[in-house]
């Protein structure tokens, strides 16, 4: 064998090693679940304290009376800890439960985590969401909502991967629909919403501003 094909197939072995590792660590860190000690509002068993404000009758006051609202993470999970139940489903229902859902409030974006018990062990889902809000020539907000990726378990995953598991996000949606629906009231055109660490501020437009616009271009 000549030198330039053992170094070639040296090069060829390192490779298939370092994408074997690669393998490896990516499989690991997708079961792994992330570390949700730092979420307000849970437990470190999973529970939450029950009591705290209920927080459809919160958003549609807010729409209604055109008041701000300012949600903190430990009410958000507290809330979610007590309204939703769910269900694993599929061929996996047997060895899978369903644990909990979670919000984490970070800088401008916040992650979605479902939280459940695969084959006796911990796992973890999470979806990064963020809400893009551009003001109209007329005045009025258009709020758009992101998907901008997540982590199966503590593996970070552009968002392709996620809609592997989007059906359970969906799901989730489905489950809050009271509470979607009024924040979606509150952000057709009206809420200014800024989401800080462990915080979350949803400011509606003053309706008579609103109004006066629209009057405007009559």
Known sequence: ??????????????????????????????????????????KEDGSVEAGGRNLERVLSNAEEQGITVTLSEEEINQWLGTKLAGQQEGLLKGQVSYKGTWIRLEEGYLDVIIEREAFNRPHTVAMKVEIEQLEESS??????????????????????YLLLVMN?????????????????????????VTIEEEKLKIEPR?????QRLMQGFQ
Do not use: C, Y
């Not at 330039?4 to 792994?32: D, E």
């Open 1 to 42: 064998m000549s030198e330039r094909s053992k170094r070639l197939q040296s090069a060829v072995l390192l490779f298939a090693l370092v994408l074997l590792i690669f393998l490896v660590t990516t499989i690991l860190l997708s079961f792994l679940p992330q570390d949700l000690s730092d979420l307000q509002g849970r």
């Open 139 to 160: 005045g009025r907000m258009n709020s758009q909502i992101h998907w901008r990726g997540g982590r199966l378990g503590q593996m970070p995953v552009p968002q392709g």
């Open 206 to 210: 003053d309706r008579s501003e609103d």
């Open 168 to 192: 359970s996000f969906k799901a989730l949606a489905e489950a809050m629909e009271p509470e979607v629906s009024a924040l979606q009231s509150l952000l057709e055109g009206r809420g200014v």
